[in-house]
């Protein structure tokens, strides 16, 4: 083991510490760096210029894109914390260019070939948790000890507060924003912002809107919107009628009545 480690550490183009213990089974892409006592497991792929720091643990089926950088003591692809879990291939996938910070984890699918799904371009603070069987976009950014339950489903460009806890099979809408130690049991609509306690929907995300470059006018149109869905007081169903007959035709008032409609779980209103 030791001399395939080192044969490992001598192939142009990669650096690891001499303490890691990398198996040489692992598929490890060009420009990557492992710090020391690093794990890296025999079924681990590494995306080129992906870079892993000291002490961090990356084991069963996990694949990893490039230019992603793992901080000291994050654990990607342990067994999930699901007492219904027996042993079988299932998969952690992550994008490229993802930031993995101090003691975040990341946990695989629960069935067999089954995946637990990370886009691009996210940004996981310190003691942040994925668990099992989750789906996040791309552009997500959960908080310090943000943490998210089995099965839920974080669209892009969302925005998870500090300490906030996402109840299983929940969905976060795209470019919506939970407040700090949000408890959220109930979908988070796209473009809403929520906070409060009990959590609810206390506004429309309109500055992160305008800072991702959507145009005033969209961002009127999704305002009358939040107040026709959140602030009259009328039925869903109801409320989906009137946006629809009484707004215009923009993709982003579509997205936004396809996710309510689509809710199993009901709406954080």
């Not at 291939?89 to 695989?108: D, K, L, M």
């Amino acid at each position: 083991m030791d001399l395939e480690r080192k044969a490992a550490r001598a192939e142009p183009g990669r650096r690891i510490h001499p303490t890691a213990i990398v198996d040489p089974q692992a598929e490890v892409g060009d420009q990557v760096e492992i710090g020391p006592y690093a794990v890296i497991g025999p079924d681990v792929r590494l995306g080129a210029r992906t870079r892993v720091g000291p002490h961090v643990v990356v084991l069963g089926h996990t694949r990893i894109g490039e230019d992603c950088v793992l901080h000291a003591h994050s654990v990607l692809g342990d067994v999930p914390q699901d007492l219904k879990y027996t042993r079988c291939v299932s998969y952690v996938e992550i994008g490229a260019r993802n930031h993995f910070r101090e003691f975040s984890t990341v946990h695989p699918a629960t069935h067999e070939g089954a995946s637990t799904r990370i886009g691009s371009d996210n940004l996981f603070m310190a003691y942040t948790h994925v668990a099992h069987d989750c789906t996040v976009g791309s552009h997500v950014i959960m908080a310090n000890c943000a943490q998210i339950g089995g099965h839920v489903t974080v669209e892009d460009w969302a925005i998870l507060g500090g300490m906030a806890a996402v109840h299983q099979f929940t969905r976060i809408g795209r470019h919506s924003i939970i407040g700090f130690g949000g408890r959220v049991s109930k979908d988070v609509a796209p473009f809403v912002k929520c906070g409060r306690e009990p959590l609810r929907a206390v506004g429309l995300n309109s500055v992160g809107l305008a800072r991702r470059g959507f145009s005033e006018e969209t961002r009127l149109e999704l305002k009358r919107a939040y107040r026709i869905l959140f602030r009259a007081g009328l039925p869903l169903s109801e409320a989906l009628e009137r946006v629809r007959a009484e707004l215009r035709a923009l993709p982003e008032l579509a997205q936004l009545c396809s996710f309510i409609e689509g809710s199993e779980r009901g709406l954080t209103l």
